[in-house]
């Protein structure tokens, strides 16, 4: 079992930027692929960013291509986001999620975290 933790969420204006981390408790986080989903109101959980094992391989979705950035760090067990030039529409809860294969379908994760809090404001 593997629990997460989100933590860096807030407010910011559009055109700023936010850094997300999930802290990983446990000693099997390298063994797991690693992704970041997000859920606005009323709206699908939908995919964001994912990151292999070693960090070596990144994949994101293309409304945030460009603007976001994905990390790991091993030796600290936690995966970081790094949001730039925000957009009102980014605004969501973002989760962070580990599973075994490198996927963009939430089913294929089964650990989650509770979630941070994004808000973008025009």
């Known amino acids: 079992q593997v629990q997460l933790v989100e933590s860096g969420g807030g407010l910011v204006q559009a055109g700023g930027s936010l850094r997300l981390a999930c802290a990983a408790s446990?000693?099997?986080?390298?063994?797991?692929?690693m992704a970041w989903f997000r859920r606005a109101p009323g709206k699908e959980r939908e995919f964001v960013a994912r990151?292999?094992?070693?960090?070596?391989?990144?994949y994101y979705a293309d409304s945030v291509k460009g603007r976001f950035t994905i990390s790991r760090d091993n030796a600290k067990n936690t995966v970081y986001l790094q949001m730039n030039s925000l957009k009102p529409e980014d605004t969501a809860v973002y989760y962070c999620?580990?599973?075994?294969?490198?996927?963009?379908?939430?089913?294929?994760?089964?650990?989650w975290g509770q979630g941070t809090q994004v808000t973008v404001s025009s």
């Open positions: 999620a580990g599973g075994p294969l490198q996927v963009a379908s939430p089913a294929a994760y089964p650990y």
């Open positions: 446990g000693r099997t986080f390298i063994s797991y692929a």
């Open positions: 990151i292999s094992r070693s960090g070596g391989s990144t």
